[in-house]
């Protein structure tokens, strides 16, 4: 399930990262996005959302949480 | 020796620098504030034995496989200089993220210290981290330091271990080699810091729960409120430093500078030369005055931008401007060169570095320098002031003036480049916490200091320059009129294609003239050309004083005034922000398509702004209306033909899909 349709203040495990561009696949890694690691969602606003990656929180578009599946 | 910092984006590096070298380099509370290495040497009470040690300060990274540019100088510094020693700051309220950039740091085979860095922040939450344990997992020697504090902050300590370390550098290396030799996954590498983290961290609470600052988040960032809020702040900072506070401190200066030239005319009488005195009391102590003058306006305006930066609201209005600035083909990283710009245009431009798409990069360093930054204030306030009563409003328009230019740039851009691309938004969103009024003063001061040396060189021998071209006719007699001077010949044909936009006076082209080379020219050589002494009054305590008087002198009316002031805040900005474009936009093409954009910008603005305003107060058209009609038509059509040249090819050109 992509992200962007996932409840608030949940825990989920990333599955998969569905973009094509290496580069920011490897930069999501960095910060802790890739399969098998935990993201919560703690706020949505308008378009953006608010996650919570490994210690530190986030703002990303809708677009990019499309793209993340837990 | 040469000590290398590096860490995470905003882990607190050039704090650190700052705090060890002494300097006053730009910090804020967001990710990638630094783009470019700084170079310091270590302050004397840090380095007891005197030795010549050399502190760099890297931009911020996550790993060391770089994703934007300014993470590629970090990369290429420490691989390619090899400094003795590198100290790897880390954020200790991050460290499950923050050590994954450390595991690769340690394999580079230069001696690493970590400086566990925020301890103030940690002790605050009450979290634990075991030192002992964190040095022995990792084979290095870690210091808990907080960089914002002047004592008991480990950097002492700290200099020292990195010092230690330095030396013994060569046998450890071979150690390190042995250790590991093998190339580890990335996946592993995350693994083997999530077993360190585990033994060696004790949390009150975990991270991913809410907190009052999501709160703060849920409302500065609102469909609703984000805007008002953000265009709220603005104008308080505007009218603090151009209405409230900057004119109560400009005036007390303005005092001093006034005897100052009654001094100085005192001295003189009788002993100089009527030219040489006019050089000196007019060129000098008048020109460069007038613009010293606003520098207490300009001061305010900094100090509230460090607290603007140091409060982490800058990353949340990144994310609040992503939703608009994404409908024109930029991100919400944009918005931040744009309020770096408001304080000075070429560290706006260089901030563009953060932007990982080129199109979206170039585009944002040529439209940054629509913001009215800190050597337009000046202009600002003085035009606000004498014809416009309140001086904080026409501030604030003229920024979201800046910022509407710049949206209808963008499209404009992105139809001639025809690169219709989107790409992801990410941004760290830092906690918020109190701005230090202590480091935002520092702040404050090291960038007057900087307008004052200016003012003392670059502006002064324009001052100088002008009161001389002035002064001289072409056959270098003392012109009777200042219309037969150098000044007004070499400014008049400049002049006659201003006609349209209703300042087609040699005086404002030669002021705009001058503007190009620092933007705080134009109200100097104003106050040359029309021999006004000061433009802040100081018997009641009001920017412009006498503004009527002031009007009469000038000669245009208020209309005139404004598309004067738009003219000279949308035209290209001052020779230190155009060379600062050069350099990010890599391109000759986008330069000179960046130059021409932002004349013609200028141009047709003031056009509309006299000839539309004109029209509203007198019921007919300005002066030069249909001359000034046919060029931005002109303007206008080139710009169509190329938007629609574009699209035609694209046509026949599959889409390119970048990120």
């Not at chain 2, 002035?470 to 294609?497: C, E, H, K, R, Y």
Request: charged share 20%; with cysteine.
């Amino acid at each position: 399930m992509p992200l962007s349709e996932v409840k608030l203040n949940q825990t989920y495990t990333v599955d998969k990262i569905d973009i094509e561009r290496d580069d920011m696949k490897k930069f999501l890694f960095s910060l802790g996005v890739y399969p098998g690691e935990r993201i919560t969602i703690i706020s949505k606003l308008s378009s953006n959302y608010i996650i919570n990656i490994k210690d530190a929180r986030y703002s990303i578009d809708k677009d990019l949480a499309k793209a993340i599946h837990v | 020796m040469r000590i290398a910092l590096a860490g995470n984006p905003n882990s607190g590096k050039t704090t650190l620098f700052n705090s060890i070298t002494g300097k006053q380099e730009h910090v804020g509370n967001w990710a990638g504030v630094t783009v470019d290495k700084k170079q310091g040497n270590i302050r004397r009470i840090y380095n007891p034995s005197g030795e010549r040690i050399t502190v760099i300060d890297l931009p911020g990274a996550y790993s060391a496989s770089p994703y934007t540019s300014e993470e590629t100088i970090t990369k290429d510094f420490i691989l390619n200089e090899k400094p003795d020693v590198i100290i790897n700051i880390v954020d200790s309220s991050n460290l499950s993220r923050s050590l994954f950039f450390t595991t690769q740091l340690l394999e580079m085979k230069i001696p690493v210290v970590i400086a566990l860095n925020k301890a103030d922040i940690l002790e605050k939450k009450g979290n634990e981290i075991d030192l002992r344990e964190l040095s022995h997992m990792l084979n290095c020697p870690v210091i808990k330091t907080s960089a914002v504090k002047s004592s008991s902050n480990g950097l002492k300590e700290l200099i020292d271990a990195a010092h230690k370390a330095a030396a013994n550098g060569a046998e450890d290396k071979v150690a390190q080699k042995t250790d590991r030799d093998e190339a580890i996954s990335d996946e592993d590498r995350f693994q083997h810091v999530k077993q360190i983290v585990a033994k060696v961290e004790k949390r009150k609470k975990t991270s991913d729960r809410q907190t009052i600052q999501d709160k703060a988040d849920r409302i500065v960032a609102s469909r609703w409120l984000g805007i008002p809020i953000f265009a709220g702040v603005i104008f308080l900072v505007f009218s603090l430093s151009q209405a409230w506070l900057g004119p109560w401190l400009a005036d007390m200066l303005v005092g001093l500078i006034d005897s100052l030239y009654v001094l100085a005319e005192r001295l003189m009488a009788g002993n100089v030369s009527p030219v040489l005195q006019s050089i000196l009391l007019d060129g000098i102590i008048g020109g460069v005055g007038a613009v010293v003058g606003f520098l207490p306006l300009i001061m305010v305006l900094f100090f509230f931008l460090a607290l603007l930066e140091d409060c982490g609201y800058m990353a949340r209005v990144a994310m609040l401007m992503d939703r608009y600035f994404k409908k024109v083909g930029l991100s919400g990283k944009s918005i931040i060169p744009m309020v770096v710009g408001t304080g000075c245009a070429v560290p706006g431009i260089m901030a563009t570095r953060t932007i990982k798409s080129i199109r979206q990069r170039r585009t944002t360093a040529m439209l940054a320098p629509f913001m009215p930054c800190g050597a337009k204030l000046p202009i600002i306030a003085l035009f606000a002031g004498v014809f416009f009563g309140e001086n904080g409003w026409i501030g604030t328009i003229m920024y979201f003036l800046g910022i509407a230019i710049i949206v209808v740039g963008a499209v404009i851009i992105r139809k001639i480049t025809g690169d219709n691309s989107t790409s992801y938004f990410i941004i760290e969103l830092p906690e918020y916490r109190w701005p230090s009024i202590k480091r935002a003063f520092l702040s404050m001061l090291s960038r007057a200091k900087a307008f004052i040396v200016k003012a003392g060189t670059v502006i002064l021998v324009c001052n100088v320059i002008v009161q001389m071209l002035q002064t001289f006719t072409l056959d270098l007699q003392i012109a009777q009129n200042t219309s037969d001077s150098i000044l007004a010949i070499i400014s008049s044909p400049a002049a006659v294609l201003l006609v349209p936009l209703g300042f087609g006076m040699w005086q404002f082209a030669a002021a705009a003239i001058t503007g190009l080379i620092a933007k705080e020219n134009v109200v100097g050589t104003l106050a040359v050309v029309f021999s006004i002494s000061n433009f802040i009054n100081t018997d009641d305590l009001a920017l412009v004083g006498d503004a009527a008087a002031v009007q009469s002198v000038l000669g245009i009316g208020s209309v005139a005034a404004l598309s004067y002031l738009v003219f000279n805040l949308f035209t290209p900005p001052c020779v230190a922000a155009i060379a600062a474009m050069r350099t990010e936009l890599e391109s000759n093409k986008w330069f000179m398509g960046a130059i021409a954009f932002q004349l013609a910008m200028g141009y047709v603005l003031s056009f509309f702004v006299y000839q539309l305003g004109t029209l509203f107060t007198t019921g007919t058209f300005g002066d030069g209306f249909i001359w000034g009609l046919a060029a931005v038509s002109v303007i206008f059509g080139y710009i169509a033909f190329l938007m629609f040249k574009r699209k035609r090819q694209d046509a026949y050109l599959p889409r390119k899909a970048e990120v």
